[in-house]
């Protein structure tokens, strides 16, 4: 072999490259919904760029520049209500609980779109594909990937968790926010037919139909399969009936 | 047990006949669709979504008499499973800690409980004593059975025809734009139309925020290879721009001039379809002064009516680029195209409202784009039942149901014949529509202010009513006006109202309503209202009873009953006023059967009740077929699909303006609006809604998810104007008309993103009552106001 670059070395290489692409792209769009969104409340001055701030580069120019590191990097990422990336499987009742009282943080009950716990571009869902298209973890934030890839319009069905405005709610006590409704959240885990047999799916798989999403590496770690390297989640894990909405022979035959 | 073929067999056989016998038993009419009770022992049942007029159903998990859960409903052909972020927390609709659960009355400065029966007692009094001067105002959130017996207790019972809704402010230009141009009210076209379009238009509206289910059905499509090319045609920038290839920005009002650009250039490129105009459409303009159905022009008249809508001229009046305005002559001319266009309160909220809906019906029809599946101009309404209620049961002031009007002698007497009554019963002369009837209210009685008492059911007029310091705020100063309300939630209505009267809502009743798109949906009870909350059909009947025991006449038929007798499965009367045997029988259902009768007139067929349990909707006309099965239309006027098309005719508008099968393709000029910005008052105000909240904000206000994520009303201005005013983003301003004055935050490069020059306010939230400051100028055929364009001056308030 007479070329100096070992194929296996410029595949690695691109991945790295890649793995950085992804992972700037990711802090830039953080970057960009923080600008003037420092904090409750306007300031009192017109905001003005912070010079520290890099602007956001292009593609083409990060590719030149790939080392180009964001100062608010860390800043950027405290501000998101992310749990801490932990290692582990749904083997672990302990993780398994706290994955559970995690997703009912942010849901009003089992099946509702979660909330979402960042702040967001208000007029595109471009933004939310960059990281959610195929799921990310950097540092201790993971963006998990989007569970049901056909609907576009991302922004329709998941809000923001708290509204980030340059002002304040105004007198909240005249609109009283008392809700007394009681969101069923489920316990969790899928029935077996014997100990060691693989359980059942506990869930409705409506709008869930990449188990990766939750169950994969980007899910929490509660929630993780010991064995991501099988792809055919329902070769083994059925869909149990009981959470299926097509109908079922009785109501067919009643009508 | 060891399972062989053969017991298999038997099993098979054992289970269909029970399930046969089970058919038997439930009878044709089943008394409730089937519940599924899960696993996690949470009951299922179907409902249409509590909000906007797409009409999705949800699957509603009911848990020990609570509301527990909302799934998407994978059956429901709208929305096949999807929901929009107010759809999937509409179960919490239901849960505010603030509901109203007693009969108040107003004393001094306070609301007292008092009973139920006092409270009857007090409206029937009210209205013995001064019957022509009492008012209903109702809603397109009126159930199909709500707006019915309200329908009949004004116009049949009391001889009184000032009964009008909410949805006067909302979608009275569609239905005047439908009737002046195909003689018959709603669209042709249905959702299927976005499954198979190519290119759709939107005429000043934003789906992805309003009708935000809808628009994912078309723009999914992308996300399965299907290449839809998405116009938006708008005054500001929005979550559907994003999605659009093409922004055409345009001045307000100016979508007239853009519409007639269109006309002009299929005439000018022969573009136009020939054959369809030739077959299926005639000319029409207007009579000076104007009437809604206009006169009879010739080709010639509109070929020189539009000569003058040349891309240039357009460009200038509207700001929309003449390469634009050709772009779109060349989609509307070009037959392989499949265009829907969509609409709603850009185009209604006008005071050229039925104007502009008759041009975009117009150029339709002018290029054949009409009646093939993708090729519809379809409006969308923002009620659960804008469509089912208001314009179908038609509680309008001058409607009767079904498409009739109380000005037509054959069809006050056919509503007489139907509801029994004695002839001459219904009045002739069209009550107050909402805008007037609201000044009568608010005027002083020797100063012609006739309106002495009004009854306002689901809706909150007191914030959503434009001009509130002309139309609404008066009322509360004046000593002989009595205002009574019922409602889920304390609101800008009931904080001054004299009586206010608790209601179930949702799916603590029975229900129906009809979706934009002409489906007629059904829902039983699930849960108990909470307190003494009682459905709203109960309180009119309850009324109406106390009435005829009081011996107002109205409340008899010609054979001396009472005008609203129940029955039950016997045929034997049943006292259903009684709140206690109001469920012993479905109300529901016997009011919808009675109204069904209405329905054939105008080809708007209904099927039975039982139809209704058994799917997601239905769009009628729904016709029985010799199988005895029932079956929906999906595209109106066109004989691949419309039973009411004769064979052979291909397209038949059959109740057309001009007797002759044809629709009426209108031309119709720019009009400048009745205000527009000056040196005094510069910025253009828009208002409107936001994802997140419905209308005024009552129920989602209370929801949490939807509050958090959007907790305030707030100004949408350009940076370049803030910047020119010194204002900040986040500041705190105040918007100010010749009318009024509004005081709210300033949010720069916000959800919305309106030109220079120009503002937005969303309606939702009553502590910013931008309504204050709105126009109460309106379409001087649907007498819907103007809410998208006044003229306004924002103040610092240092300054």
């Keep these: ?255 | 047990m060891k399972v062989d073929r053969r017991t298999f067999a038997k099993l098979g056989a054992m289970t269909i006949a029970v399930s046969a016998a089970s058919r038997l038993a439930f009878g044709k009419t089943p008394e409730r669709s089937p519940d599924r009770t899960g696993p996690d022992g949470i009951t299922w049942n179907k409902a249409p979504c509590r909000f906007c007029g797409t009409g999705c159903h949800v699957q509603v998990g009911v848990k020990n008499g609570q509301v527990v859960s909302i799934a998407g409903d994978e059956k429901a052909e709208v929305n096949k499973g999807l929901l929009c972020v107010k759809g999937y927390h509409v179960g919490l609709a239901l849960y505010g800690r603030d509901r109203l659960k007693t009969p108040m009355l107003k004393q001094g400065d306070k609301h007292v409980p008092i009973t139920w029966d006092k409270a009857i007692d007090i409206i029937a009094q009210r209205i013995m004593n001064d019957p022509t001067n009492f008012a209903f105002y109702g809603s397109g959130q009126w159930t199909i059975p709500e707006g019915y017996i309200a329908q009949k207790f004004m116009k049949g019972g009391l001889a009184n025809n000032h009964i009008d809704p909410n949805a006067r402010l909302c979608m009275a230009s569609a239905v005047t734009g439908f009737i002046s141009t195909y003689g018959v009210d709603e669209p042709a076209g249905t959702f299927t139309d976005l499954d198979k379009a190519n290119i759709v238009i939107c005429w000043g509206n934003n789906p992805a925020e309003m009708h935000p289910v809808l628009f994912s059905r078309l723009i999914d499509r992308r996300s399965r290879g299907e290449k839809i090319t998405l116009i938006d045609i708008g005054t500001r920038r929005t979550r559907t721009t994003d999605h659009a290839q093409h922004y055409l920005e345009f001045k307000p009002q100016s979508d007239l001039a853009i519409a007639n650009g269109i006309a002009h250039l299929l005439i000018k490129n022969g573009t136009y379809d020939k054959s369809f105009v030739e077959k299926y459409c005639n000319f029409r303009g207007d009579t000076d002064p104007g009437t809604l159905n206009g006169q009879a022009i010739t080709f010639d008249a509109y070929k020189k009516a539009v000569a003058e809508y040349t891309p240039e001229f357009v460009e200038k009046i509207s700001g929309v680029s003449a390469a634009d305005i050709r772009m779109l002559g060349d989609l509307f001319g070009d037959p392989k195209n499949k265009i829907t266009s969509l609409w709603c309160m850009g185009m209604n909220q006008h005071t050229q409202g039925t104007a502009i809906n008759r041009l975009v019906h117009g150029i339709h029809l002018l290029s054949g784009h009409f009646g093939k599946p993708g090729d519809a101009p379809t409006s969308l309404t923002g009620q659960p039942s804008a469509c089912g209620t208001v314009r179908e049961v038609g509680t309008l002031a001058h409607a009767l149901p079904g498409g009739r009007v109380v000005a037509n002698d054959e069809h006050r007497k056919a509503s007489e014949d139907l509801w029994k009554l004695p002839a001459g019963r219904i009045s002739a002369k069209p009550g107050y529509h909402t805008v007037l009837m609201w000044e009568k209210f608010s005027t002083a009685k020797d100063k012609g202010g006739d309106i002495s008492t009004m009854w306002v059911q689901v809706t909150n007029p007191g914030q959503t009513l434009p001009n509130l310091n002309k139309l609404f705020a008066p009322s509360r100063k004046l000593k002989d006006k009595f205002l009574i309300v019922s409602d889920v939630y304390p609101t800008a209505t009931t904080k001054d109202a004299d009586l206010i009267l608790p209601s179930a809502m949702w799916v603590e009743k029975n229900g129906m309503v009809g979706n934009s798109e002409r489906r007629t949906q059904q829902w039983f009870k699930m849960v108990e209202p909470p307190g003494q909350a009682r459905d709203d059909t109960w309180q009119t009947l309850a009324v109406a009873r106390r009435l005829f025991e009081l011996g107002h006449p109205g409340m008899k038929d010609k054979d001396g009953k009472f005008i609203f007798g129940m029955k039950d499965a016997k045929g034997a009367p049943v006292e259903s006023w009684k709140w206690e045997k109001y469920y012993d029988v479905n109300v529901d259902e016997q009011l919808f059967e009675e109204y069904r009768t209405f329905t054939t007139y105008k080809h708007k067929n209904l099927a039975p009740y039982g139809e209704y349990v058994k799917t997601r909707g239905l769009r009628w006309p729904v016709v029985e077929q010799p199988d005895g099965s029932w079956r929906e239309t999906e595209f109106r006027f066109a004989e691949h699909d419309d039973p009411f098309v004769e064979k052979g005719k291909g397209i038949q508008f059959y109740h057309s303006v001009t007797k002759d099968d044809r629709a009426l393709i209108w031309f119709n000029p720019y009009v400048a609006p009745p205000e527009s910005p000056d040196a005094e008052y510069p910025f253009w105000l828009c208002t409107g809604r936001v994802l997140e909240h419905w209308h005024s904000g009552t129920m989602t206000m209370r929801i949490g998810p939807l509050r958090r994520a959007m907790p305030q009303a707030y100004v949408e201005m350009h940076r370049e104007d803030a910047t020119k005013l010194g204002v900040r983003d986040g500041e705190q301003v105040i918007v100010e008309s010749r009318r009024g004055t509004c005081e709210l935050p300033v949010w720069i490069d916000g959800r919305g993103k309106p030109p220079k020059g120009s503002l937005f306010v969303p309606f939702f939230d009553e502590r910013i009552m931008i309504n204050n400051v709105t126009l109460d100028a309106h379409d001087p055929y649907s007498k819907q106001p103007d809410y998208k364009k006044c003229a306004v001056r924002i103040r610092r308030k240092s300054t």
């Design chain 1, 1 to 255: 072999m007479n070329s100096s670059i070992d194929p296996n070395t410029l595949k690695r290489g691109l991945s790295v490259a890649v793995t950085v692409i992804a992972g700037l792209a990711f802090v830039g769009f953080f970057v960009g919904t923080q600008g003037d969104y420092e904090g409750q409340g306007y300031s009192a001055e017109t905001p003005i760029i912070n010079p520290d701030v890099p602007t956001i580069l292009s593609y083409r120019d990060r590719m030149k520049n790939p080392q180009h590191q964001n100062p608010q990097f860390a800043t950027g990422f405290a501000d998101l209500a992310g749990v801490q990336d932990q290692q582990g499987d749904a083997t672990d009742p302990v993780l398994r609980e706290e994955a559970r009282l995690h997703r009912i943080s942010g849901r009003a009950y089992e099946g509702a779109p979660p909330t979402i716990p960042h702040p967001i571009d208000q007029d595109g869902v471009v933004a939310c594909l960059v990281c959610h298209g195929v799921g990310a973890t950097i540092a201790a934030v993971r963006a998990p990937k989007i569970s049901h890839e056909t609907y576009a319009n991302c922004t329709q069905c998941h809000v923001e968790r708290v509204a980030i405005r340059p002002f304040i709610e105004k007198n909240p006590e005249a609109i009283p926010l008392d809700n007394s409704f009681e969101g069923f959240h489920r316990l969790g885990n899928g029935d077996r037919v014997w100990n060691n047999a693989p359980p059942q799916i506990p869930h409705t798989t409506l709008m869930r139909e990449d188990c990766a999403s939750c169950h994969g590496q980007f899910g929490q770690a509660g929630l993780r399969t010991t064995h991501p390297e099988r792809q055919n989640c329902s070769q083994c894990h059925g869909v149990s009936a009981d959470f299926d909405q097509r109908p079922s022979f009785m109501e067919q035959s009643v009508f």
